[in-house]
Each structure stands twice: as C-alpha cells, then as structure tokens.
C-alpha cells in the first residue's frame, strides 16, 4: 500500500513537467523556423521547409523505437534494482543509434530522391528542399543517438537532463536560424546548417550528462551489452514498435504529400498548421512521457496496483494539458498564423482549416496517453497491431472522404485515426494489467 501512495500528484508532475517544458521548445523551434522563411513572403520556402522537415523527421523517427523502447527495458530494469543492465541498456542504444544515422548517411540519395518523388511539389518548392535535405541529414547520427540518451533518461526519471539537452539544442537553433537567415541572408540552407550545428551539439551534452554511466565499468561489459537472451526481447520490443513507427509517420507523411496535391498554398498552410499539432503532441507527450517512467518502474516491480494508478494520473494530467492547448488554440489560432507568415494567401488557407486543429488535442488524447503506457510496459506488440488497424482505418477515411470534401477529408481523416488510435489501445488496456501480476 505504501508503494502505491508513493506515486502521487507532486511525483507525476516532477517527472512529466521537465518533459513538458523541454517538449515545448521543439515546437517553438519549429515555428521559428516556419516564421523565420515566412518573412521571405512567399510560399515555396515554407513549403520546402516544411516537406524537408516532415520527410527528415519521418526517416529519423523509424529509429524513434530506441527512445521509445529504452526507456520502458530501462524503467523496469531500475524498477526490478538491476543496475548491471540499466548500465548496459545506453551502450546497447547508443551502438544501435549511431550505426543507424551512419547508414542513413551512406543512403541519403536514394532516400532524398524517395521523400522527392513521393511529395508531388512544384519544381522551386523541390529544389529548395533538395538543398535543405541535403545539408540537414549530415545530423542523422546525432539525431537518432539523442533518441537513445533521452530514453536512457527517462527510463530512470532524469528528466531534468532531457530538459537542460533540449533548451540548449533548441536554444541555439533558434539563434543561428535569426542568425544565418535573416542577417546573413542564407535562406533556406541557413535553417538547416543552424539544425546541423545544434544536434550534434546536443549529442556531446548530452553524453556529458550520462558521464556517470560512463564512469562506471558496467557500461563497456560487452558480454552483458550484447547478451543473446537480452539482445532478443531488446530488438523483438523494438522491431515491433519500429513497425509501429513506420505507420505512425506513414499517416503523417501521407497528410503531407496528398496536401501537396491541392497547390503550393495548401501545402504551406497544412504545414503551418502542423505546428499547432506539434505543440499539442509535444505537450501531451510530456505526460505520456511520465507513464512511460512510472508505468515501466511499476511493472519492474510487478505491482499491478502502481501500474493502474500511474496510468489513471499521468492520463489526468493529459487531459489537463489538452483542454489547456484547445482553448489557447480557439482563442490565439488566427494571431500565430499571422505571426508564422506573412504570405496573404496562406493566411486565408490556414484560417479555414483552424477548427480542425482546435479539435485535434480533444479527441488525440486517449491514443498519446495510451502510447506512453504501453511503451513503458513494453507491450510493443500491441501497439503494433492496433497501429495496424488504425491506418487501416486512415486509408478507409481518405479513399471516401478526399474526393468529397479535398483537404477538408484529408484533415477529418488525419482525426478519424487519432481516435481509432486511442480505442483500439483501450480495448487492450486490461491485458496490460494482467501481464504486471
């Protein structure tokens, strides 16, 4: 009983606030981007920025398992005491992190030409995104190899550190973004050499941070690093949350590159609008976030009563954080489009399809909150398979509803799969319970 009354209101907020804070600055960092080539007053950079963006963060995210599924194995493992493979876990992930953005490297022309080929832009749009791409991607290895740090430390609540890499990563993006495209003029490539620059300063602090791992023997014991046993439930967990992942940014890419389809100022209006979403998803995963820590020490400590109440309050305090990002989004909507760009047209655009995104942390936030439960769990193959059956949902919704209704089905389709998200994962919510006995 005691144990349970250990994870209190004050404890979830402690965890989850740091998250919340350091979440919101990627947003911001998006916006800043987006308002910086807004300033330009045309819509190609926005739309060039916005397709190289998504399309980066689509590749990268395939890797996001190692955020995701570290920090459920190294929550339970702190939760179970062994301290060997909380040691053994950030080797493990950071191995797996930095050969990955290496061969993203090695790849990147035929996967540039890929995300190219799938988005049906106007030439000046992808040319602009080519020359964007082709500076940003040099960032993989940081990029993905931070997923494994900050899951590392989430996996053992130190959320203060995942807090102090974002701020200064974010922090001096938004710097060199004024810095290099509105003093020095670099325009489109200036955004992403500022975003090259503060990723793989981000990687080094946030190594730093961990030196107390790194101190330690355990961290370099090859044998435990690459146990078989360890090494199999590691990639089965993580390759079922890798397909999760790819449908996941398969839905997203999709909302992209068929907004493409209704024109330059369509496109750069989805994508501004997209920063809303961001910070509504970035806001909510602070508290999916703090489950995702609870919920996996719970179970490491094989207590079904700490598995139910930290999932019933890291979810109230999500449902806090998204009646709080719908409100601010009704009433200051039309004021952050204004602010984002400057084009007179993608303002209009923009306006029209507002109600949506208004709509979109209400009915989203069974399935961000539900997510963050089950990664902690690791209950990856549920995941997978609800995922599954959402997209399918998607694409059922996109085939009947964009040739009625345009981009107005495109977005209507986008919320159709958040909420399928959210009840197909609450149908195998008691599934969860029973596995912590």
């Not at 790194?214 to 090494?231: I, S």
């Not at 995104?357 to 690791?378: E, K, Q, S």
């Not at 509803?401 to 958040?418: D, E, R």
Request: charged share 10%; proline share 3%.
């Amino acid at each position: 009983m005691s144990e349970t009354l250990q994870l209190t209101h004050r404890r979830v907020l402690t965890v989850a606030l740091p998250v919340v804070l350091s979440n919101a600055t990627v947003p911001i960092l998006g916006a800043v981007d987006t308002g910086v080539v807004g300033q330009m007053g045309l819509a190609a950079p926005i739309g060039a920025v916005g397709i190289g963006a998504i399309a980066l963060t689509a590749i990268y995210w395939i890797f996001g398992f190692l955020r995701m599924g570290t920090a459920g194995f190294t929550a339970q493992a702190h939760g179970a005491g062994r301290k060997g493979e909380v040691a053994a876990l950030l080797s493990r992930a950071m191995i797996i992190g930095l050969c990955a953005g290496f061969m993203i490297v090695a790849l990147q022309f035929p996967l540039m030409w890929l995300a190219l080929q799938t988005a049906p832009a106007s030439a000046e749009v992808e040319t602009m995104a080519r020359s964007y791409m082709g500076i940003r991607i040099y960032g993989a290895p940081a990029a993905i190899g931070i997923y494994a740090l900050t899951g590392w430390m989430i996996g053992l609540g130190r959320t203060r550190s995942v807090l102090i890499v974002q701020l200064w990563m974010n922090g001096l993006n938004i710097v060199l973004d004024l810095w290099f495209v509105l003093g020095l003029e670099w325009g489109v490539e200036g955004v992403a050499i500022a975003t090259l620059i503060a990723e793989w300063s981000g990687l080094l602090l946030g190594l730093w941070l961990c030196r107390d791992a790194l101190n330690t023997p355990a961290w370099k014991d090859w044998p435990r690093v690459f146990e078989r046993a360890q090494m199999v439930r590691f990639a089965r967990v993580n390759r079922d949350i890798l397909l999760r992942s790819v449908m996941l940014q398969g839905i997203f890419m999709s909302f992209v590159f068929l907004g493409a389809r209704f024109g330059d100022v369509t496109l750069a209006a989805n994508h501004v609008l997209l920063q809303f979403l961001e910070i509504t998803a970035y806001a909510m995963d602070g508290f999916a976030i703090a489950a995702e820590t609870l919920v996996g020490q719970a179970m490491g400590a094989r207590s079904v009563a700490r598995v139910r109440r930290a999932a019933l309050m890291t979810s109230f305090w999500g449902l806090v954080s998204v009646i709080l990002t719908a409100s601010a989004f009704a009433f200051f909507g039309p004021w952050i489009i204004d602010l984002m760009t400057t084009a007179p047209d993608v303002r209009i655009e923009a306006r029209a399809y507002l109600p949506y995104m208004i709509a979109a942390p209400l009915v989203g936030c069974a399935a961000w909150m539900l997510d963050g439960i089950f990664i902690g769990a690791t209950r990856s193959a549920d995941m997978r398979n609800m995922m599954a059956l959402s997209a399918i949902i998607y694409v059922i919704a996109l085939l009947i509803l964009m040739p009625m209704i345009g981009n107005h089905g495109l977005w209507v389709a986008l919320l159709i799969s958040f909420v399928a998200r959210g009840i197909t994962l609450g149908v195998r919510y008691p599934s969860l319970e029973r596995a912590a006995a």
